[in-house]
């Protein structure tokens, strides 16, 4: 039933022919509903989340179970509605923007406070960079004759901004030490590395099992891999062709770890401007307390 269902799907009473255009009125709406509705609440959760155990864990589960959902919809859809003859390897869910999904829920399940602060720290240093790179550079997604998949994708990338928010507001970066904040940052950059290198193997396993061909496309997990050189990535695209993959990959190892550095103090600056806010309203407020007494003791002297 659902197999007939994939196959003849159009989630619109038309023929879709176009994607969807970066910013336009649909996905504008979409991202001032997650600005003004989905983000605050992100915050809200992850500051009641510190001392909630139980909220941290269905808060965390239902970001992951969403997120799992949606990416299920796309391969069935790829799957049934593309009439794909073999599969697709470079469609298979391990991006940099894919790791959230599987990080929300596997901090389930840990208990080791390190581990855990990892994968939270990764969520909310290299998922929101993801998240963030794709809400600016949206024709990386919009690539499909779809506007579900259109859809899906842009809703997925402002999730992972979401639930970096949800993690960072959990870990209370920013609003610690520098040299806690740094210490956070090196559990992130190790399960980001560790994601790494897991890609790159299986970017070889799917060479070495299917070949190089048109469904693995070099398996090009994270979007670097050693048997494609013409990334799907501004400026490093160039490097890695002209120089080679190892230049490449260095490179793009490097850039993503000054972007999570980059994240980490921006929501250290975010903190500061609002410290400095809350502190001017506070010396406001207490100023016009003090002048309001002294106007009441003049009118009982005169």
Not at 79 to 98: G, V
Not at 150 to 167: C, E, K, N, R, T
Not at 198 to 214: D, P, R, T
Request: aromatic share 20%.
């Amino acid at each position: 039933m659902l197999h007939e269902m994939l196959i003849k799907y159009n989630p619109f009473p038309f023929p879709v022919f176009e994607q969807l255009e970066p910013w336009c009125w649909q996905i504008t709406l979409i991202f001032l509903l997650f600005l003004f509705l989905v983000f605050p609440l992100c915050f809200y959760l992850g500051r009641k989340a510190r001392s909630n155990k139980r909220l941290e864990k269905i808060t965390i589960f239902t970001i992951g179970i969403l997120l799992i959902s949606t990416e299920i919809y796309k391969q069935l859809l790829f799957a049934y509605h593309y009439n794909f003859d073999s599969y697709h390897w470079d469609l298979f869910p391990f991006q940099l923007c894919s790791i959230p999904m599987y990080t929300a829920v596997i901090v389930l399940f840990i208990k080791d406070s390190k581990f855990k602060m990892g994968l939270y720290s990764f969520m909310a240093l290299f998922g929101m960079l993801g998240g963030l790179a794709v809400t600016f550079y949206q024709n990386s997604v919009l690539t499909w004759e779809d506007y579900s998949l259109d859809y899906q994708s842009i809703i997925w990338h402002f999730a992972l901004v979401g639930l970096g928010i949800y993690s960072a507001t959990y870990l209370n970066i920013g609003s610690v030490s520098f040299k806690k904040d740094i210490k956070t940052y090196e559990y992130g950059a190790f399960v980001f590395l560790a994601c790494l290198i897991m890609a790159e193997i299986i970017n070889l396993l799917i060479v070495l099992n299917h070949g190089y061909n048109e469904y693995t496309q070099g398996g090009n997990m994270f979007y670097i891999s050693m048997f494609m050189f013409n990334l799907d990535i501004p400026i490093l695209s160039t490097v890695t062709s002209t120089c080679g993959w190892y230049i490449g990959f260095i490179g793009y190892t490097f850039v993503l770890l000054l972007g999570g550095f980059v994240i980490l103090n921006f929501y250290r600056l975010i903190n500061f401007l609002s410290k400095k806010h809350f502190y001017k309203e506070k010396i406001w407020s207490a100023l016009d307390k003090a002048a309001h007494i002294t106007e009441k003791e003049e009118d009982k002297e005169n």
